[in-house]
């Protein structure tokens, strides 16, 4: 990491559930919780609880010079939607195939 950049990653609680249309695309209590500088907070859900039926890989992809190469998936009328870290840096490893959507509802975690 550069000086100043901050990137952590924390086994979230959250119930995370992604609806497009309405469609339910994602839904799970067990994801991957990012902070980066400069950027706002994440979810990357394992890809067990995804409808990957439902999306089409893209052509796209983009560069993060922290967490590497970018890899993107659609619907029919949300291209590059969703995307994922196929072979991330070593310092964010953990992301590894678990995916990420730009919209996502998000409830707090449940308290014992």
Avoid: N
């Amino acid at each position: 990491m550069t000086e100043g950049h901050t990137i952590t990653i924390e086994q979230g609680e959250q119930h995370v559930r992604v609806v497009h249309g309405d469609q339910v695309l994602a839904e799970t209590d067990r994801p991957l919780v990012l902070r980066e500088t400069g950027c706002p907070v994440r979810y990357y859900i394992p890809p067990e609880d995804v409808r990957l039926d439902l999306l089409t890989p893209s052509d796209s992809h983009s560069y993060c010079p922290f967490k590497g190469t970018a890899s993107y998936w659609s619907l029919p009328d949300a291209p590059d939607l969703v995307w994922s870290y196929p072979q991330p840096k070593d310092d964010v490893v953990r992301i590894k195939d678990h995916l990420c959507f730009y919209e996502a509802e998000v409830s707090p975690a449940e308290t014992a």
